[in-house]
């Protein structure tokens, strides 16, 4: 029988478990944070022309898939991929892989959109905290102060419900807390369901903000302006008005409140408006960055 050196033996030993702890394969590999979106939490739309299109739904679809289906367009980069959330009150609550810091006296974060000149379509943005540290946008959220925050027109606690249609290709009529009644009215450039084919309610309801209108009509079109600052896809991907600022978050009653850092961003529809064969406002969102980002 041949035998081996004892001492050789440990020290091949001990080469083997270097090798194998160092190579990549291993499963000890740490995985690489990210500065944009990580997960994505929830998507409720509001109805509209673009619903079950970006992402895209069929009947018989679960909330599960659509919501892999826009983790898959956002998640990991920006301007690569796109979601709608449908008109007032639609949603979409999202998180990052690491806390995003509140760094004094500057932006810390971007929202990316598909906004241009005179095409605002304005979203409320919401922050918060993992604060109980079990991963889930569970705890406190804040909403971030805007230019309009205090504009005189603005409605604070309205209420709008959307109502499923007998037929899918049908408008979708909406009433709000106010008296105020409307449609989604459909076109001829979406001929999709404008409802959302996952939702088994017959009727959506959302809460929030409501910005004032600001579309208007200039022969056959209409012209958006976008507000000073403060709103998701409200202003060009390259502006500065399209970075947010930590510090800009407030309590319920308007109060400012300080954040050291957040983890979750909710981004809803602000505008009820209806343009015609344009179709109705809504906010789209093509992605998040940290701003003050490093992957050591």
């Known amino acids: 029988m041949c035998t081996f050196p004892l ?145 005189p027109e603005l409605i604070r606690h309205y209420r709008c419900v959307y109502y499923r249609p007998a037929s899918l290709t049908d408008s979708i009529l909406w009433k709000d807390n106010l008296g105020g009644k409307g449609y989604v009215s459909r076109n001829s450039y979406h001929e999709q369901a404008y409802y959302p084919l996952w939702e088994s309610a017959d009727s959506l309801v959302f809460e929030g903000s409501r910005l004032p209108s600001t579309a208007y009509q200039v022969g056959t079109t209409f012209k958006c302006p976008a507000f000073d600052w403060g709103y998701a896809d409200n202003a060009p991907n390259q502006s500065s008005a399209a970075c947010f600022d930590i510090d800009w978050a407030v309590d319920a009653s308007g109060k400012a409140v300080k954040l050291s850092q957040i983890n979750f961003v909710k981004v809803y529809t602000a505008q009820q408006q209806s343009l015609g064969w344009i179709g109705e406002t809504s906010t789209e969102v093509t992605g998040m960055e940290d701003l003050h980002f490093s992957a050591e």
């Open 7 to 151: 001492h050789k033996l440990l020290i091949l030993c001990g080469i083997c478990f270097l090798c194998f702890s160092c190579h990549p394969d291993s499963g000890q590999e740490e995985t690489k944070k990210t500065p944009y979106i990580a997960q994505v939490f929830d998507y409720c739309p509001a109805p509209g022309q673009f619903v079950n299109v970006i992402p895209q739904a069929s009947q018989g679809d679960t909330k599960e898939r659509i919501l892999a289906r826009a983790e898959e367009l956002l998640v990991g980069s920006v301007n690569t991929g796109m979601v709608s959330l449908g008109a007032w009150g639609g949603y979409i609550v999202v998180g990052f892989d690491h806390d995003l810091v509140n760094e004094p006296d500057t932006v810390d974060f971007k929202i990316y959109g598909n906004a241009y000149e005179n095409n605002a379509e304005p979203g409320i943005v919401m922050v918060s905290a993992d604060e109980n540290g079990n991963g889930l946008p569970d705890d406190a959220w804040f909403e971030l102060r805007a230019s309009e925050y205090d504009h």
